[in-house]
């Protein structure tokens, strides 16, 4: 059952029809999706959700979408694993990993990609279209598949063929767009104003960042019904960010958890940090970046919800961490090191920044903390190509096995033992 | 005749030049500011561009020239 009843503008509460709009008309503000929410209150229960399919679909009534017909390729629902290595070498008590590289295409993408495909359809779209270095474009190229609708994927012309292929494979129509990367950006949003396509991000936008809420769902639901007291979640534009503590105040609305006081802390990395410069100097003014950075899927210069970000950190006594791009491959190799799982450089960003806000205090020993793990590692493996120990080479001999064997015996007994 | 609507952001002594005042004497454009705001050293301004396209591109390219950073107004739209 859909609790949608319109978008609003976010700056000045200007009601809209529930259709492919994402600004405001008079103030230019984002639009946001308007629920029902005491519509909701005794019908939207934990035995109602707990019965539900276990994707991101099982919280279709938190969803904007009008019918009960989504594009289920078994999104999310994604394992909240306890990370007691990592808490170990860190100093936490009580640490969570949310593995979202598991989704159907290895990112937290399908979350948003899943209801902007799935109103867009709703809306009479037959093309999804997008403007992506990575993860998106694999995202809307699989889901317009699975959907039978177009795909026309821009990209910058100078992405590396690996980046490619991930979106290629579902055979969409790729556009390499010869140009700067504001040259394709300013093209998307002309286009998306001049062509009947459902940009995900641009005029589908309010219904596509609501799926970011599923994951603050999940972390309650998969704690037993509670909100985390810190989560650590990775900012590009500040939308996922935002929307996870979103879900957690939704379901405190709903009566569904008590109360949230959960601190919400973002990561980016030094290259790309528009939201964290403008948090560690204090201000709510946000300076557009020019990237550089390993962690090009955070790699958002001019955060279209940055300033939300900002606010939500002020609000709920979070912080925000910048990290090296040193430190984000320290960072996969910890988490793969610790953990086994081996993440896109994303969460290198996120667990350096976890490490970072350890080391200074900001989290403290007994917070119960979440860490969202937004990308699967095999998407950004250059990061951390030659930065990994060598393989043994040897002949097909018991004589050459035993003496490379001896060679790192006597390594590993001469290094300093770590944790 | 279309409109664009984009956001120019100044920084340092760019603040000081009226460049908005200028292009729209140099090229055949309408500029309307919707919202703006400017410090000392920094500034944004939220602008609508009347003109035939071709125009409108030219007097942006040139405001780029001048340093300023122009961009579409719902944040960068090239995702990872
Ligand atoms: C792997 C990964 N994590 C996190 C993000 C952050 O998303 P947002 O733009 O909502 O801040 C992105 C994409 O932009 C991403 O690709
Ligand atoms: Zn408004």
């Not at chain 1, 990237?291 to 919800?305: E, F, R």
């Not at chain 2, 030049?17 to 703006?36: E, H, L």
């Amino acid at each position: 059952m859909s609790y949608m009843t319109a978008l609003h503008c976010r700056e000045c509460g200007r009601e809209y029809e529930p259709g492919p709009l994402h600004v405001c008309e008079f103030c230019f503000g984002p639009l946001e999706v308007t629920y029902d929410y005491d519509g909701m209150r005794g019908k939207v229960t934990r035995k109602r959700i707990e019965s539900g399919p276990p994707t991101m679909w099982r919280y279709i009534d938190l969803l904007p979408i009008a019918g009960d017909d989504p594009i289920e390729m078994g999104t999310g629902f994604t394992p909240l694993l306890r990370a007691e290595n990592l808490g170990r070498e860190l100093g936490l008590d009580e640490l969570y990993l949310k593995n979202d590289c598991v989704n159907p295409t290895w990112s937290f993408k399908d979350r948003v990609v899943g209801v902007a495909a799935t109103r867009a359809r709703e809306l009479g779209f037959t093309t999804l279209a997008c403007a992506s270095t990575g993860n998106l474009a694999n995202s809307v190229s699989a889901h317009a598949a699975k959907a039978g609708m177009d795909a026309i994927v821009f990209i910058p012309s100078d992405l590396e063929q690996s980046k490619i292929l991930g979106s290629a494979i579902y055979a969409p129509t790729l556009v390499a767009v010869n140009g700067s990367y504001d040259d394709v950006n300013r093209l998307c949003s002309e286009l998306a104003g001049r062509y009947p396509w459902a940009f995900v991000n641009i005029n589908v936008r309010p219904y596509y960042a609501e799926g970011s809420k599923t994951l603050g769902y999940e972390v309650a639901e998969q704690l037993g019904w509670q909100a985390p007291d810190h989560c650590v979640v990775p900012m590009a534009s500040g939308s996922l960010y935002t929307k996870i503590w979103k879900g957690l105040t939704e379901l405190h609305r709903l009566g569904l958890i008590d109360e949230p006081h959960t601190r919400m802390s973002g990561a980016q990395a030094e290259g790309c940090s528009p939201i964290a410069t403008a948090w560690m100097g204090g201000t709510m003014n946000i300076r557009p970046q020019r990237p550089n950075t390993i962690a090009k899927s955070l790699a958002i210069g001019n955060p279209a919800d940055g300033y939300y970000a900002l606010k939500t950190m002020q609000e709920t006594n979070g912080a925000a961490a910048a990290v090296s791009d040193d430190e984000v491959v320290e960072g996969m190799k910890l988490l793969a090191r610790t953990e086994g799982i081996f993440a896109e450089t994303a969460g290198g960003v996120t667990i350096a920044a976890l490490k970072r806000l350890v080391q200074s205090g900001v989290i403290r020993r007994g917070e119960r903390t979440v860490v969202f793990i937004t990308g699967a590692g095999l998407k950004t493996p250059d990061a951390v190509m030659g930065r990994l120990a060598a393989s043994l080479d040897i002949e097909a001999t018991v004589e050459s096995f035993e003496a490379a064997k001896r060679e790192v015996d006597a390594r590993v007994s001469a290094a300093p033992a770590t944790a | 005749m279309v409109r664009k609507r984009v956001r120019f952001t100044f920084e340092g002594d760019l603040v000081k030049d009226p460049v908005i005042w200028q292009m729209g004497r140099d090229f055949a454009v309408v500029t309307n500011i919707r919202m703006a705001d400017v410090e000392e050293r920094y500034g944004w301004v939220i602008l609508e561009v009347d003109g035939e396209p071709d125009e409108i591109d030219r007097a942006i390219a040139w405001a780029e020239t001048k340093g300023v950073r122009v961009d579409p107004i719902t944040g960068d739209v090239v995702e990872g």
